[in-house]
């Protein structure tokens, strides 16, 4: 049996909190950095509004090669999932930081089916995927109970 397994990019392959903290502190003045980041709502703990947030993950696409794994060698453990069926990267990205995703991608080797793009986060619910991996709690709670659609939660201290 294989499976179509959606992977999550912002939070579970890319690290994009580290460069996002840099941003905020440069323009804030403040000395934010990962283990500040207690919820998967960052910019509460940040106190920024969320368009600022999204804005500044942008920002930190837009310089993709400061942006690291989330673990080493990420490139194969996603290529292990790949035994089990299809891979696709599954993201919430802005239409302009697919070409910098894409590259981040590329340069680490990790090998997937395609990558795809929803409009916003919560849009993932909607898509057809076997399994999602995804740092999302909200998206867990959206997989309907019962079906046979799971969830694997991607959590970091």
Sequence with gaps: MTFSIAVDLDGVLADTMAPVCRIINRRHSTHFDVSSLDR??????????KDEFFRTLDEAWFNWRTIPPTEEHIDEKVGRLLEFGMIDIVTGRSLETVTPANSWLKQLGIRFNSFVRTEKGKDKAKLNYDVFIDDSPELMSQLSPGSNRHGILYTQP
Excluded: C, F, G, R
């Design 40 to 49: 998967w709502k960052a910019w509460e703990t940040l106190q920024i509004t």
